[in-house]
Structure formats: structure tokens, C-alpha cells
């Protein structure tokens, strides 16, 4: 089972700040996600990331921007935070050749 | 572009009682995962199903999977107040690849009521 953490889990902040979103995991797992949740909605993958050096858009368009420069680390920000992006934002990660994935505890981010 | 929908979206149920929750998904996938949300919490794995026929259990929770009718089954049997959560099914983006991108169902919010 994976260790996945995330911080802060508990973000307040204004509109036009930057922000990123820390992931770290303790497995050496290969891939790694962020998916974007509103309360009581389903889940929208927005990055993805395969191995170092690797990341990829996801289905639901974002704002935000991601980098992989090291394994256990995958950092999410936002460079000026909007209203709109207030959500819960879950990071997950699986290993290569595997097809469970494993979440982190989440993000609960509102921009006011 | 794949579609997977779950209904109910919302389920009642009394103790005791057994009821089943469907997964439908919209092209080939030879894999589906069903994950459970408390109220605020992240998801926690529930099962891996990852061929045609898969069956699996685990305590009062049964899931199937049929590849041919694009269908996954969650059955609850004698429902007991912790089962309360929302369960989401999801499938993999890509078949007979190994991307493991997942696309999820908008989830079943199951209350389990004395």
C-alpha cells in the first residue's frame, strides 16, 4: 500500500494568488494523478504523470501546471487562484504495471 | 469518448436489507475498480476487477464484472450503518493498455438507516 501525502489539506486564500499543491509519495511509484472533485461530484482527472520529466494534461481542462522532477514529488500550482477553482483536489499514484490506484488524503481548497 | 454511469446516484436503505448498485460504461475495457468516499475523506480501494466474470467479496460487499453487457454489479448484502458512503466505480481509459488512467462514475451515495 502506497503512502501518499498531501499539503496543506486545508487551503483559504484570496483571488489572484499563487498557490501549489504539494504531493509526495514514499512507494517510488511510477504514475502519478491529480484528479479535481466538487462536494458530492465525481472525479475529473487534470494531470497525470508517468515517470520523471513526464506530465500530461487530463481530461478536464485546467489552469493549473504540474512538474515531475523528481519521483516521490508532484507539485500542483495554480498561478492566480480564481473562485472557481475551489475544490477538493486528490492526488494519486500507481506503479508501472499495476492498475490500482492509490489516493492521497486530499486537498480541500477554497479561493474567496 | 468513454462514459460510465452508475445509478442509482442516490440509495436509502434500511438495515438489514440487500440492494445492488450498476455500473455502466460506454466502450471496450477489460477493467474496473469500485473505490469508497466517507463524507470528506479521500477514496479507499474496494476491489479490482480485471477480467470478464471477475467476482469479488469482502465482507457484506459482492462485485461483479461482465465485459460482454459493459456492466459491473456492487451488491450490498444485510446493510449495516458503516457501509454509509458514496462508492464510485471506474474504468480504464485505455483497453488492453496499461495507462491506467481512470474514468470514474459519478458515484452512488449510499445511507444505510436503522
Known amino acids: 500500500e502506497a503512502d501518499i501525502y498531501q499539503t496543506p489539506r486545508y487551503l483559504v486564500i484570496g483571488t489572484g494568488k499563487k498557490i501549489t499543491l504539494e504531493c509526495s509519495q514514499t512507494?517510488?511509484?511510477?504514475?502519478m494523478y491529480w484528479y479535481q472533485q466538487d462536494p458530492g461530484m465525481e472525479l475529473h482527472l487534470i494531470h497525470y504523470?508517468?515517470?520523471?520529466?513526464?506530465?500530461e494534461k487530463g481530461d478536464l481542462s485546467s489552469e493549473s501546471t504540474v512538474s515531475r522532477i523528481r519521483t516521490e514529488h508532484f507539485p500542483l500550482t495554480l498561478e492566480s487562484a480564481r473562485p472557481s477553482h475551489t475544490s477538493q483536489y486528490l492526488c494519486?499514484?500507481?506503479?508501472?504495471?499495476?492498475?490500482?490506484?492509490?489516493f492521497g488524503p486530499g486537498t480541500r481548497l477554497t479561493v474567496t | 469518448e468513454l462514459k460510465v454511469e452508475q445509478n442509482p446516484l442516490f440509495l436509502s436503505m434500511q438495515e438489514g436489507k440487500n440492494y445492488t448498485i450498476y455500473c455502466n460504461y460506454s466502450?471496450?475495457?477489460?477493467?474496473l475498480y469500485w473505490y469508497r468516499q466517507d463524507p470528506g475523506k479521500s477514496l479507499e480501494s474496494l476491489f479490482v476487477?480485471?477480467?470478464?466474470?471477475a467476482v469479488k467479496q469482502e465482507g457484506r460487499l459482492m462485485a461483479s464484472l461482465d465485459t460482454k453487457a459493459r456492466l459491473s454489479t456492487l451488491h450490498i448484502t444485510a446493510a449495516v450503518h458503516d457501509l454509509s458512503a458514496t462508492y464510485f466505480c471506474?474504468?480504464?481509459?485505455?483497453?488492453?493498455?496499461?495507462?491506467?488512467?481512470?474514468?470514474f462514475g459519478k458515484g452512488t451515495k449510499l445511507s444505510v438507516k436503522p
Open positions: 471506474a474504468v480504464d481509459l485505455f483497453y488492453g493498455g496499461s495507462q491506467g488512467n481512470l474514468i
Open positions: 466502450t471496450t475495457s477489460d477493467r
Open positions: 504523470s508517468y515517470g520523471v520529466n513526464s506530465t
Open positions: 494519486a499514484t500507481s506503479f508501472a504495471g499495476a492498475y490500482e490506484q492509490y
Open positions: 476487477l480485471l477480467s470478464n466474470g
Open positions: 512507494m517510488g511509484h511510477d504514475k
